[in-house]
């Protein structure tokens, strides 16, 4: 980190997982030095992290872990998360910074922050595009979060000192950090991730519950395997992030009928420029982005 940055002298990271063990395997590949310590709800988890080598000092017991943290992540599915900082936020050193991983953050930022700040604990949210359909601290990587974009979301009232860190962490282990409002955040995450897992699921059960199965199973190729490689994704996690980002979801979910609506009009009704319209809109939309995403991935 910059000189004038106070790297944390000991950071844990409250559940060990897929994200939360590539953050710690990050931390350790980029920012030698720094004491890693985690917390898990159960004691096979804690073994496999120290077995692992993901952290230096691993515990079932949170108050032995979070007491001693200059700066926690908070690598957990979003109501366990709520639920776990507001049962042990006496836990937290006083001064210290608590951020998070989680794809929502309106929630977690009304759900928790108070409650930190009360107790003399900074809450600095976070969300970085990364992770992939696995599970597991087995399928963790150190270079997950690298060339990533991730966002923050500041509370006006937070302390710039802490926003500091939090940005300098995610950029010296290779994250391109953006500040943004919560709201907004998942506003657009509705539409850029969420609901996608959503059409990713209605597509399977199309294809491979369509009463052709056995053909449909031979006739499914790249084309379906890319649009339903998320389905494949946690359930638990992905109810989880629908209840915390409901209204978002419902909003991007009707925008996708009326398209859909739209489609159908054209097809039904043999208007083949539109239809031609909307595809070649569709691929320049895309392949305008897609151009975009490599020259952010290479700076």
Known sequence: MRDHIKIPE????AGLGQMGASFAMAVRKYIPGVKLTGWAPQQSEVDQALALGIVDEASVNSEEILSQADLVM????????IEFVLEKVNEFKEGSI?????????????????????????FIGGHPMAGTEKTGMENGEADMYRDKVIFLTPFCTDDPAALTIVR????????????????????TLARSSHVLHINSNITTHVCLQAPNKDLAMLACGGAFRDTSRIS??????????????KQAILKAMD????????????????????????LEEGKDLRDNWWDSFNKLDKN
């Open 10 to 13: 000991v950071l844990a990271i």
């Open 74 to 81: 908070l690598a957990m599915p979003i109501t366990p998360l």
């Open 232 to 245: 494949s994704s946690n359930p638990d996690l992905w109810v989880n992030v629908t209840k915390h980002n």
């Open 168 to 187: 300098e962490l995610w950029r010296e282990i290779g994250g391109n950090t953006f500040e943004v409002d919560a709201v907004d955040h998942d506003e």
């Open 98 to 122: 608590v951020t998070d991983l989680s794809s929502v953050k309106s929630d977690i930022v009304d759900g928790i922050r108070p409650a930190l700040c009360e107790n003399g604990v900074h």
């Open 255 to 278: 925008e996708t009928l009326d398209q859909v609506s739209h489609v159908r009009g054209w097809i039904e009704g043999e208007d083949w420029d539109s239809l031609y319209k909307f």
